[in-house]
């Protein structure tokens, strides 16, 4: 299956330099083929794609998200036939709508999957571009699978946070990246082009992993009523007389209280039976709250947090772990359970990023603590 990922962008933006990143170190190991449209000026400088053995598709001046619909979609199936890429990378035209050259990429075959449709935004220019070229720059921006910030490396903090407010104000579910490229690796990149699972997915699938390993089917912190592992003798006898009640009573009783008093949301009027005896997946019983930040922390506002969070009502926390930008230019990884954390020195994410996974979760108290 050949991954087909879209780099739009403003002209000057910094797609070719971002792509000669990628396949100098994200990409490495796989055949790719680049297909760029340039309108107006010379396209980018094969030669170094072609002395990496990669092949280069060049098409006519033109919009392929327009009047050449037609003959993109004949070339990109000539590119899958002759060659049989791992990956096809589009760089169409920098005045062209995104939405328009995903239209033409979708469903073009069937032994091809559209991987992402990434957006590389100048940091700087991003509020004159939205005003000046809104229909256009906007459009790449609302339709963009992941936005990558170029030229954030001489920006203050301040404006940095700014210009992901108006990106994020656009395009609420995209990943940012805001951390300046020679700071990360290719293969961090291709990671977000590629649409990677969030902290918030890392961390439910750990959830899913510690409870399958000790049997448990729903540890939830907040339920009144404790699961499994945490009964003693008399609690748990109280529950079975409570269930032989119910049964004997065939489940007339009524359910005006709606959900379960784990927090999962669900009305459990139809499947009531199998409310005490089986639990619940985690995620039908956890939820996250996650953001991305430019903001840098210290270890001690870190660990600070984690004593807020110990004694401050946030809701009912099982974890929380984050990569954040320290204010010495280095980043901080962070993981918290209750009652104890740990901050150390890692290596840098395309963003600041954190998440906690708890029930009845605060999520204003949250975003005002970590200050994301």
């Known amino acids: 299956m050949t991954k087909i990922t879209i780099f739009s962008g403003f002209l000057g933006a910094g797609k070719t330099t971002l792509i000669k990143k990628l396949l100098a170190d994200g990409y490495k190991g796989e055949k790719v083929v680049l297909i760029e449209n340039e309108f107006g000026e010379i396209g980018i400088d094969g030669g170094f794609v072609k002395e990496a053995g990669i092949e280069v598709t060049e098409m006519n001046s033109g919009c392929i998200c327009c009047s050449l619909v037609g003959d993109f979609e004949k070339a990109l199936g000539k590119v899958l036939d002759e060659y049989h890429p791992d990956r096809v990378l589009i760089e169409p035209s920098g005045v062209g709508k995104l939405s328009d050259v995903i239209a033409a990429v979708k469903n073009v075959r069937a032994d091809a999957v559209l991987a992402g449709f990434v957006t590389v935004a100048d940091a700087k220019r991003c509020r004159m571009y939205m005003k000046n070229f809104g229909e256009f720059y906007n459009n790449q921006i609302e339709n963009a699978s992941a936005v990558i910030f170029s030229r954030t490396q001489d920006m203050s903090p301040e404006k940095l946070a700014a210009a992901a407010a108006l990106v994020r104000e656009k395009n609420p579910r995209a990943p940012i990246v805001t951390t300046p490229w020679d700071e990360l690796t290719g293969a961090q990149l291709v990671a977000v082009t590629d649409g990677s699972q969030s902290l918030a997915e890392e961390m439910m699938a750990e959830v899913h992993a510690h409870a ?141 990023r954190l998440c906690v996974i708890g029930s009845h979760l605060d999520h204003d108290g949250l975003h005002s603590l970590f200050g994301a």
Request: glycine share 10%; hydrophobic share 20%; aromatic share 6%.
């Open 212 to 352: 399958h390993e000790h049997g448990e089917e729903c540890h939830c912190p907040a339920c009144e009523h404790e699961h499994h592992h945490d009964h003693d003798h008399e609690h748990h006898h109280e529950h079975e007389h409570e269930h032989e009640h119910e049964h004997e009573h065939e489940h007339h009783h009524d359910h005006d209280h709606g959900e379960c008093s784990c927090g999962c949301g669900h009305d459990h009027e139809h499947d009531h039976e199998h409310h005490h005896h089986h639990g619940h997946a985690a995620d039908e019983v956890f939820e996250s709250f996650g953001a991305e930040t430019t903001r840098a922390y210290t270890k001690d506002e870190l660990e600070s947090i984690f004593n807020e969070l110990d004694t401050q009502g946030y809701g009912a926390i099982l974890r929380a772990k984050g990569i954040v930008r320290c204010t010495d230019g280095t980043w901080l990884h962070f993981d918290y359970v209750p009652g104890e954390g740990e901050v150390r020195t890692g290596a840098a994410d395309y963003t600041g």
